[in-house]
């Protein structure tokens, strides 16, 4: 298996994901505690990067509500451990069942419907904020007073509860990351990819020649929200609260969706190369306006939507194909 | 627009493009590293200060910000030793609050101080827990944050619960003393972290304190409401004589704004939270803002320090009343520059052995001092009431920390001049 | 609850609703023609906002009079940023335009908070707290002279297009993109042109706003929401269509808000948007788009 999912990748890029992948495993023992911190931001988003991408990138369907899977399963997963004293990883499957449900109701309307482009996109938006709204007055969990996961000691890491290090949290993403990418490698490659990326290219051809388009672009939504629900587990024991407010809101849809946009939308790699250079552009605007002396609060912003708007006009494809022609890549859907 | 042509692929080219994409990747790696490395362990004590001066809540934490501004100069007066003051945004964000600590931290802050909201500041208590830096919180008001059994993280503010309990007590006193007692009220609190806080310790304190009033009706509102003529509505229709709020500036604005224009008049506005004191409101609403009540933690006008706070502050903030935000942001970076002279040490552990046993009774809010008890709360604080009229804050309770007397009923809106 | 109530909130809903449908019929005209989905609208109508206060606080002229000034200064500010920077986006994908727009409005937002700062700040007229009496209905005179502002505005809006041969190019563009260009359109032209359109009913909507809003720099996101969720419930690309979207959404969220909890109250819109969206996506008003 692991031979049919190498086959066809150019053996540079082997050469360049391993020492990638070798660089993040080592990374901790060289960096201090506040570049793991980033680093785990940064792998986060490329993780829910990657899941949306499912959706978007392979059944062409633009969700920009997608925080709403985040949320429910950090708060599904919080609420069992909280209330019931299960462990995330069996709250895990109820987390991802919850997204699943939300997904598929939306997919179902949607595509039952006929919702399509900017439409659906609204309706993900309407979804979002009925969730948040929702939880704002779910006292079960805290309602918009937050809801707070106890807190236990750092020293030990206890991996099946999730209390630990940065360094635990670290590895635990990095896992999640690499499971991201190598499932979808392996779902495009697969039977199922190649329909996607038929719906994606031209529905209603795809549909003339048989294709159960209805079907198929549900299992992208219900894969992508799936996927997502992971990260709202992981978001709930990493930060040990979680807000209505700060979870469900169009802000966290906005950030999920910028790394894979930017990085390039279908491709594997985008939302990685994506998440380290927003994460990191972010970063590094801060150090350079502090280290200037400039302390006006929202000159950061300002530049990084100016980069942003720079990086969009110039590489509107994204920037990891611009890069892959760069660095010598060629290949079909890396 | 035109398309660039593709430059050919010599293997010059393709290397040359390699190589800049690979020292873009360093260039940023390098960006991103810390600069600073912690230098040597004398000289002022460093204090990291987290406040959401951009984003959702930027006008609070620029308010704060007001106050680490003047501390340093009050501070040296005093004859308390250096601080230095690392300032940092948190972008009312959870996520920045918790890189922004790190970062911190790693630049070399030896205690952090911050940071207004609930959630940022629990992010940071971990932080600070995990690394073993003390973490003096001047503003939040969940009651979780300091039930977590944290030995590092200190919080000089009041709980939701200390916040009304002392409400209940101060009405109490004034409505003795102005011999005017509201027979119900409407009860309308912000839909937010504070306001839900506030509203879900309410029924558990009411029938403790005997309160002489009924609540008929309670209304909860979105905090980005843009129109509250809704809410006013029912709360009039409801029959309450005196409104019982939790809300922040901006609602307290649409609320008075939609009080006057519906023609209603309750007896008292009696706000348990920020907003209808502040000088935004005061400035916007001129004469229509005097007469609430508001009971907030506050500073004693009668304490020493308070008249030095006050004085420095009017210099370069004239025309800005004192006010919460600015108060305890202040006693937090007191608490840190005490502790380093007790502690004579910037080494972590022992500031944060040192805060837990502080007792600054020369200080600026209302109570017998900052002291913290088992959990890092300081438990002892007291919180006053007070009314606004003529633009300033007159304090009217508790009796002891008070330099005026209320006046209840509040004048009819469209008695006003 | 006393009967007037009712009646007090429901004419109360209608007439801020009227307002939000002039914001709405900016993004309308803006979709329905240019087929781009502006997501910085909100900011665009807090840039309006700032504006008025500024003239407000500097001249001391009221916000209603300075709705021309203002909708032209929006209007310059559109057809540059369409000219500029959106027109290579037409034909791109949503998700780009998407993001296009959010860097816009990041952009847009923290310039705002440092110029002006975080506090809000508002509009003081005279007429600020007057209200009508009729009967046991009492009306805010504010939202009155605000509601008649709008429909002379989109009163104006409507003759536009429908009477001047500009307006008639427009929709022409809108109707059928190769047609127009078969005639000899200039069609990129038209397309900022109407971009500034829009822009000019969100300016001369948020010089209105002020009466009714305080402003902080972080009002935007809120405003492009309810301007969508307006403009689906109406129609896309019918101007009659955003008003009575408008209409019908302050109502429902004032009449939520009086039975229900007024802190839920924005759930009803987005029920309503998800029912528009599921059972008749091209809203009220509007055609069905092929």
Redesign the interface.
Known sequence: MMARLIEGVPRRALVLLALLLAGLIVAPWLANDYLITTLILILYFAYTGQAWNVMMGFAGQLSLGHAIYVGLGGYASAALFVHFGIAPWLGLIAAVAVAVACGAIIGFLAFRFRVGGVYFAILTIAFAEFARIGFDHLSWVGASSGFFLPVANYSRSDLWNLRGSPTMFYYVILALTVGAFVLCHALLKSRMGHYWQAIREDEVAARSLGINTFRYKMYAVVISAGMTSVAGVFFAFYYNNLFPEQVFSIGRSIELILSPVIGGIGTLFGPIVGAFLLTGLSEAMQNLLSQLGIDVPGAKQVFYGLCLLAVVLAVPEGVWPWLKRGVGLKGEST | ?TRKL?LN?TPCA?TR??FS?GAGAAG??L?????GRVRAQGGALKVGVLLP????Q??I??DCQRAVEIAPGILKDLGLPGIAIM?A?T?T???VA??RA??L??DGAQLLVGAFD??AS??IA?VA???GVPFVINIAA?P?ITE???KFVFRNFPTAPMILSDAFANQKELFTTTGMTPKSVVFMHV???????MA?SLPGLLPKFNVPYQIVET?????????L???V??A???GGEALLMVSR??DA??IT?EL????WNPKAVLSMGPGWYED?YLK?LGK?GDGPLSFVPWYDPNKKLTKQLATAFAKPYPGINLNTNQVFTFEALLIAADAFKRASSSDPKALADAIRTTNITDNVSIGPGIQFDAKGQNDKLKNAAIQNRGGKLITVAPGFASDGKAELPMQPYDKRG | MPAEIYLNVAVSGLLTGLVYGLMALGLSVIFGVVRVVNFAHGEMTTIAMYIAITLFSALRLDPLVMMVPIAAVLFAFGYALQAGIINPFINRPEHSQFILLVAIAIIIVNLLLIVFGPDARSVQTSYAYDSFQIGALIVDATKVYAGVATILVAAALFAFFRFTLIGKAIRACADNYTGALVVGLDVKRLYALTFGLGAACVGAAGAMLVLLVDVTPALGPAYTLLGFIIVITGGLGSMPGALIGGLLIGLTEAMAGLFFAPSAKSMFSFGLLVLVLLFRPQGILGRRVA
Do not use: C, H, W
């Open positions: 627009m593709a692929s393709i493009r390699r994409a940023l790696l960006a991103v590293a810390p600069f001066r951009s984003g959702a930027a006008a934490g620029q300032n945004d972008e964000s959870v996520d918790r890189s790190e970062k931290i790693a609930s959630g629990t992010a971990q827990e995990q690394k969940a979780p977590q059994g944290y839909n937010d972290t504070f306001g839900t806080s879900q209304i909860s509102y979105d905090p980005t409401a843009r129109d003529s809704v809410e509505a029912k009039k229709a409801s500036l901006n604005i649409l704004r006057v224009k519906q023609r935004q916007t229509l």
